[in-house]
Every structure is written in structure tokens, then in C-alpha cells.
């Protein structure tokens, strides 16, 4: 115990000394003297003056030094506009529709997963892989780190050939470098020495030493050769591809790299492969889409032309061309003829009926008279040959009953006039047989027309049938010749106005050499004095209460 410390004399009873009980606060017992207050435990921690000094100052000194020896990494960022299809094809139908209850949503998701999907494409081995062996990032320069481009070339000739270890090229006096390699397994076949413009092989990468190198350059370039799945870790580090917050379309790309050239070319290659292949793929989707609709659209006018030409066949050989009017039509010929048949039936039973009578009351032509009632007959009165006939035998009778006045029967012009009655009462009677053949003949052709009408009309609903799936083929296959030759002008339209979906707002360049990403100086700096001042708080306070009591 010291005497700049006579309150430990006080408040710290001795080893020995019986522990002294005070009453506490709060109601909960007592507390002994000889524990340590948080005001003795915070004078302790503050008369550890040098430790805290030394320490805080220590980690702000290593925190600061290596703020300003570490290697600077800089970032190159672009933004990429990326148009989902769904918004391409829906134009501003998309937009209208997004009023709807429920479809905004939907819409909305949509593009949010083509949007996704379009990064994923981005984050891609294939987009990846393309960027790696175009910039043959399989080689990295450690030292100098700042500028791959001017200490060397890289070209990778086999992408399938990998290698990983380190190369170390120190500068000669007459300017030539020599070669050393490590950690190769197997070793590679390099040249003991390479002099600027040279080439090496390593891996399947030709390394060229810059021409620039000549006049002078760095003592020593050290290369670290990297395998792809490591080059792909580094990327998964350095490179960063989302989406901009806010709903918005943009795509932001962004890498770091010790070398502010190589991190734009990076960006540059990523964002250029990407539209390429979006673009290229998005092109041939619509060639192949307007060369499958041209196949499809000649296809289906063939299968129409054999369809109308099936049907025109049909027709001519049929006859049939409506269906529907035509069968009307063929019922009512067939009723109109059925009752001209009925008709002629009616009449011919009927003048069969009145020649019967007449052959009675003739008597075998004893009674020729009789004959006159077939002019009677109602169809035969009309008949003009029946008319006069008739006309002469009024007249011949006048005449007779005339010369019946002044004759007798047995004159001879009285006995001409009465034989000249008979012949044309006989002529009259041979009328009715005639006319009645002639009804049979009429009856039997009309019998007929109705059978071969009837006939057609029973064969009429088969070929009505085939008639109508004909037309059906061709309406359906003239319906989708149609909605195909829509679908492939709208293509053929598309191709010929077809505009890149993937535009870049911010094209990458490098970072400027006063404005690195990491380390950031003043920020080190305040960190270090930070995490100095609270590392030194705790060494003193876990001195303090751990120290021997006294």
C-alpha cells in the first residue's frame, strides 16, 4: 500500500481483520467492505495511465500504418436498364393494367422474376468464364499491383489448362528478367530468363513481357497464377451484381482490384458479354419464331388448298351447295309433285269410272249415243278438240232434224247426216281411252320423278353431313391460315423493329487514383483509435480485477 493510496487503508480491511458489515441500499442485505466499488474499479482503471496510452497509441499506430502500406483496391461500377419481356410484349397495356385489382400484382411479379432471372444470367459461369478468359484474369500481378497492362500481356490460348503457383521475375543488368517459379506441380517448362517483348507459356495462358520494359521498369514482378475455381472465389469476393433499391430496373455491376484498369475492364467485359448474348439470343428467339411461323403458315395453306379443292369436288359431284336451302327446296318439289300425282290419280280413277259407265249404258255400241257423256267430263269439256266435236254434232243434228221435217228416215241425206252423227259420237268415245292411256303415262312418269326426289332427299342428309365437315376443315384450317399469317407479320414486325432490351446507363471507367474503395484512410484511422482506446480499456480493467489485493 503506497501512500498516494491511503483510501485503500480505509475502505480494504486486512487479510486477517474479520470482515466488517455496513447496511446496503435497497433492502437487500449487506455489503463487505473489503469488495470493490465501480468508483474504486474506474480509479483503478484510470491510474493505469500508461497502459491505457501505450496501447490505445500502440493499435493507432499498426492501424494507421497499415491504412497507408496496405495495397489500395478501387472499384468500377455500370448500371445496366434491363426491359423485361413482359413489359416489351404488354407495352403500355402493362401500365393500364396495373389499375386492376389484383393484376398489378401480377404483372408486377412477373417482372420482378424476369428481372432476377436477368441477373442470375449476369451472375452466370457462362458470362463469368467468357469475362475470365478474354482478360486471363488466371493472371494476377501482385507487385507492382497498380498496372497489370504495363508489365505484360495475357492471352489464354487453352481455357481447359489450368496452373497454379507463383512466378517471380527479377530484373538483370542488362535488362532481361529472370525466372523463378513456385509452387507448380508439375513445374513449367519456362526459359531461365525472358527479355521484354518475350512470351511465356503458363498454363494455357501466353504471358507477353511489355515492350515498355526496354528502358527500364520495376526490380521484380511477381505473378500469381491462378487455377478458374479460384479465379472464380476471387470474383465472388470482388464482384458485386444486384438490383438498385426502389422497384427500379437498374442493374448496378461493380468489381475492385488493386489495378483501377483492370477492375473497368472487368465491368466492361461482363456488361458487354451480357448484352451480347441477351441480344444475340433474344435475335435468334425471333428468327427461329419467324421461320417456324413461315413453315407453319405454308403448311397450313397446303392443308387449305386440299381442303377447298376436297370441297369443290365434293360439290360438283354432288350437287350440294346450301344444304339446308337446297333440302327445302327439295320438299317442296316433292310435295308439289305428290299433289299432281294425287291429282291425276283422282282424275284418271274418275274418267276410269265414267268410261265403265258409258261402255253400260252403250250396250256394246248398240247406243252410241251414250258416248256424248264423256264430253262431260270436266277435264275433257275444256279441251278445245271436245269443243268442236261437240259443235259438230249440234250442228249435224240441226241439220238432220231440219231435213227430218221434209225426209224419212230412209232418205239418203238424212240416213249420211245420222251416220255422220255416229262417227263422231264414236270419235268422242275413242277420245276417252286415249286421254286415259295418256294419264296412266303422265302417272307413271310423275311416279317416278317423286321416287327419284325422295331417293335424293334420303341421301341428302349423308352428303349434308360430309358437306358440313368439309366446310368445317376448311373453316378452321382458313381460321388458323389467318391467326398464323397475324402472328407471323407481328414477328416479321417485331425482328425488323426489334430494340435492345439491355441498355447501359453507366459504362464503367476506372476509379481515380486519389479515391480508393479500401483502405479508406481517415476512416482506418478513427477505427484504429476506436478499437485502440477500447482494447486499452480492457487490458486495464481486466488488470485491475485480477490484480493481488494488497
Known amino acids: 500500500m503506497t501512500a ?6 480505509t475502505e480494504r480491511p486486512a487479510v486477517d481483520t474479520p470482515a466488517a458489515y455496513t447496511p446496503g441500499w435497497g433492502g437487500r442485505g449487506m455489503v463487505r467492505r473489503d469488495e470493490q466499488t465501480l468508483r474504486d474499479l474506474l480509479r483503478g482503471v484510470a491510474r493505469r495511465r500508461v497502459l491505457l496510452a501505450s496501447v490505445s497509441l500502440g493499435v493507432l499506430a499498426a492501424v494507421s500504418a497499415w491504412a497507408f502500406v496496405a495495397t489500395p483496391r478501387y472499384r468500377s461500377d455500370a448500371r445496366l436498364r434491363i426491359e423485361t419481356k413482359t413489359q416489351s410484349s404488354l407495352g403500355g397495356l402493362a401500365d393500364q393494367a396495373t389499375s386492376l385489382p389484383g393484376a398489378g400484382g401480377l404483372i408486377g411479379g412477373f417482372t420482378r422474376d424476369e428481372l432476377e432471372t436477368e441477373i442470375g444470367v449476369l451472375r452466370s459461369d457462362r458470362i463469368a468464364d467468357a469475362m475470365v478468359d478474354s482478360l486471363a484474369l488466371g493472371i494476377r500481378v501482385t507487385s507492382p499491383a497498380a498496372s497489370r497492362a504495363s508489365v505484360l500481356v495475357a492471352h489464354v490460348v487453352d481455357p481447359a489448362v489450368d496452373a497454379d503457383g507463383k512466378i517471380t521475375l527479377t530484373r538483370q543488368a542488362d535488362g532481361r528478367y529472370h525466372v523463378e517459379q513456385e509452387k507448380f506441380d508439375p513445374a513449367l517448362n519456362l526459359p531461365p530468363t525472358i527479355a521484354p517483348g518475350d512470351s511465356i507459356l503458363v498454363g494455357g495462358t501466353s504471358v507477353v513481357l511489355s515492350p515498355r520494359l526496354r528502358p527500364g521498369g520495376p526490380a521484380a514482378i511477381k505473378l500469381r497464377v491462378l487455377p478458374r475455381y479460384e479465379v472464380h472465389k476471387l470474383l465472388e469476393k470482388r464482384l458485386l451484381i444486384g438490383r438498385q433499391e426502389g422497384g427500379s430496373r437498374l442493374v448496378e455491376v461493380s468489381f475492385e482490384d488493386p489495378d483501377r484498369a483492370l477492375a473497368a475492364q472487368v465491368v ?3 456488361v458487354t458479354e451480357f448484352v451480347t448474348y441477351t441480344n444475340g439470343t433474344e435475335q435468334a428467339d425471333d428468327t427461329t419464331e419467324v421461320v417456324k411461323l413461315r413453315q ?3 403448311g397450313t395453306s397446303r392443308r387449305l388448298n386440299s381442303a377447298e379443292s376436297a370441297l369443290r369436288v365434293f360439290e360438283e359431284q354432288s350437287r350440294l351447295i346450301a344444304p339446308e336451302e337446297q333440302a327445302s327446296a327439295q320438299v317442296k318439289r316433292i310435295s308439289t309433285i305428290s299433289g299432281h ?3 291425276i290419280t ?3 280413277n274418275a274418267l276410269q269410272r265414267v268410261l265403265t ?9 248398240a247406243d252410241v249415243a251414250a258416248y256424248r257423256q264423256l264430253a262431260t267430263f270436266p277435264s275433257l269439256i275444256t279441251n278445245r278438240a271436245i269443243q268442236d266435236l261437240l259443235q259438230s254434232l249440234v250442228d249435224l243434228e240441226n241439220k238432220r232434224s231440219a231435213l227430218g221435217v221434209r225426209r224419212t228416215d230412209a232418205n239418203d241425206e238424212y240416213k249420211q247426216l245420222t251416220d255422220r252423227i255416229g262417227e263422231i259420237e264414236r270419235q268422242l268415245y275413242q277420245l276417252g281411252p286415249q286421254y286415259l292411256e295418256s294419264l296412266d303415262q303422265q302417272l307413271a312418269t310423275t311416279v317416278r320423278t317423286v321416287t327419284a326426289l325422295a331417293d335424293t332427299l334420303d341421301a341428302m342428309p349423308a352428303a349434308a353431313m360430309q358437306y358440313g365437315r368439309l366446310v368445317r376443315d376448311r373453316t378452321v384450317l382458313e381460321a388458323a391460315y389467318i391467326a398464323l399469317q397475324k402472328q407471323l407479320k ?4 417485331r425482328e425488323v423493329l426489334r430494340t435492345n432490351r439491355v441498355r447501359v446507363v453507366d459504362a464503367p471507367r476506372p476509379a481515380n487514383p486519389d479515391d480508393p474503395v479500401f483502405p479508406r484512410k481517415a476512416v482506418m484511422i ?3 483509435a476506436i478499437l485502440g482506446l477500447a482494447l486499452a480499456l480492457a487490458l486495464a480493467l481486466f488488470a485491475e480485477l485480477w490484480r493481488e489485493p494488497a
Open 341 to 343: 300425282v294425287d291429282a
Open 526 to 528: 478513427a477505427l484504429g
Open 346 to 348: 283422282v282424275e284418271r
Open 296 to 298: 407453319q403458315v405454308d
Open 490 to 493: 407481328q414477328a416479321e414486325l
Open 4 to 9: 498516494t493510496e491511503p483510501h485503500d487503508a
Open 268 to 270: 466492361s467485359r461482363i
Open 357 to 365: 259407265l258409258i261402255e253400260q249404258r252403250a250396250r256394246g255400241g
